[in-house]
Nanobody
């Protein structure tokens, strides 16, 4: 019922830019933090960064200065703007959010399905 859907993935050359979007929909009572992760096949999921409900963002050192997270609360949407992409940024990117729903008053973490980003060297 409640879901997160990422979009905007694709293939880019090293040094290029790409922006991902993630939209939450369904019976949402409220969204707290929204988070971006990525995962390379065979490796552990990696935290990229997060943004608070108020719009304060934090980033992992590996992407700091290159990636920007923003959100539009009225649209239940979080963005990941990526620039100066490197080959090692190639991964499946996932968005996540801590939400309360119309049927679940607990603040639980929800996940999107992921979108592939491929950066050619």
């Amino acid at each position: 019922q409640v879901q997160l859907v990422e979009s905007g993935g694709g293939s880019v050359e090293a040094g290029g830019s790409l922006t991902l979007s993630c939209v939450a929909s369904g019976g949402i009572r409220g969204i707290n933090s929204m988070i971006w992760y990525r995962q390379i096949p065979g490796k552990q999921r990696e935290w990229i960064g997060a943004i608070s409900r108020e719009g304060d963002a934090r980033y992992d050192d590996s992407v700091k200065g290159r990636f920007t997270i923003s959100r539009e609360n009225a649209k239940n949407t979080v963005y990941l703007q990526m620039s100066n992409l490197k080959h090692e940024d190639t991964a499946v990117y996932y968005c996540s959010a801590y939400m309360r729903t119309t049927t679940n008053f607990n603040l639980d973490q929800y996940w999107g399905q992921g979108t592939q980003v491929t950066v050619s060297a």
